[in-house]
Structure formats: C-alpha cells, structure tokens
C-alpha cells in the first residue's frame, strides 16, 4: 500500500492527541484541508480522466474516518460537540461543492457526491444532535439545507426521520 498511500498518514488519529475531542479533530482536519494538505492534481486526458489522485483518496478516506468517528461517538458525547465537528465536515463538502479546486482534484465532473458519505448512517445521528441543541427555526433550516444540498434523493424519507426526532415545537418548524 505504501506505493498508494503514505502510511504513516493512514494511522488513526496519528496528528491528533489520543483523547482528542471530535471538535478538535475535525477543526484540525479542516485547517489541513483547506491548507491544500491533500490537494494533488494530475495531468487529464482521455485515458485517465475517470481516475482520482492518491490526495484525494486519502481525502476521502480521512473525511470518511472523521465522520465516521462522530457517528459511533455521539451516543457518549455532548451533543453540542457532535453538531459543530458534523457541521465542520459538512462545511467541507460545501466548499467543495463551489468548485474551488484547493481542497481535492477531480480530473472530470467533481463533486462531494463522490465522496460517497453514507447519508442513512450520518444522519440520524446528526438530526439528534442537532434536535437538543438547536432552535426550532435553525432546526428546520439547517435539515433541509444539507438535504437539498447534498442528499435529496432520499429527502422524503429523512424528513419524515427529522421530524420523529424533533421536539414538538422544532417538528411544527419542519412542516412550516
């Protein structure tokens, strides 16, 4: 793998202190990103252009990784401390999602939906974070920005989790 990837980089947590919240951790990775950390570009043409550089891959892999640790983590951690490390990450998909090509290279139609974030898994968790710690109005604005921005595939189908895990005055914000 070593011919792929640095492997020193693929050790978890190997820049982070080993009690590392997950605000801390995702802020860190957030500076490294955009930093130009993984940004490494490659000439395309006609044969290469359906390939990602190994940047990117790490990237992806460590966005992943980061998210990842946020899922499995929330059920012991401050739900204010799980919404700002999402909502870090998801910032990071945004800023993608401009086309500003300084934080991963995509050699042919770039995008975050080729991150291949696992949206069934990350968002529940995150509408429960978010439901104890946000307004009834930021509730609602913020579910539907990220559905609409990044998974309206199954929009329907989240909202209708969204508004399960909403207190009642942040469900009445939801059907507004």
């Given at each position: 793998m070593k011919k792929y990837f640095d492997l020193k980089e693929?050790?978890?947590?190997?820049?982070?202190?080993?009690n590392s919240s997950l605000r801390t951790a995702a802020r860190s990775f957030q500076k490294a990103s955009l930093a130009g950390k993984y940004y490494e570009s490659f000439n395309v043409n006609s044969k290469n252009?359906?390939?990602?550089?190994?940047?990117?891959?790490?990237?992806?892999?460590?966005?992943?990784?980061?998210?990842?640790?946020c899922v499995s983590s929330a059920k012991g951690c401050d739900p204010a401390e799980v919404c700002e490390a999402v909502d870090i990450l998801?910032?990071?998909?945004?800023?993608?999602?401009?086309?500003?090509?300084?934080?991963?290279?995509?050699?042919?139609?770039?995008?975050?939906?080729?991150?291949?974030?696992?949206?069934?898994n990350v968002l529940p968790v995150w509408f429960k974070a978010l439901s104890a710690t946000a307004?009834?109005?930021?509730y609602a604005k913020r579910i539907k920005d990220v559905l609409s921005d990044h998974y309206s595939f199954g929009r329907d189908k989240m909202l209708a989790l969204a508004r399960r895990t909403a207190t009642p005055e942040q469900r009445k914000a939801l059907e507004a």
């Open positions: 693929l050790q978890p947590d190997a820049n982070q202190p080993v252009y359906m390939e990602t550089s190994a940047g990117t891959r790490a990237w992806i892999a460590e966005y992943l990784r980061q998210l990842n640790r998801f910032g990071l998909l945004d800023h993608i999602d401009e086309c500003l090509d300084d934080v991963i290279f995509f050699a042919d139609e770039g995008g975050s939906w080729q991150v291949g974030v696992d949206w069934a307004e009834p109005d930021e």
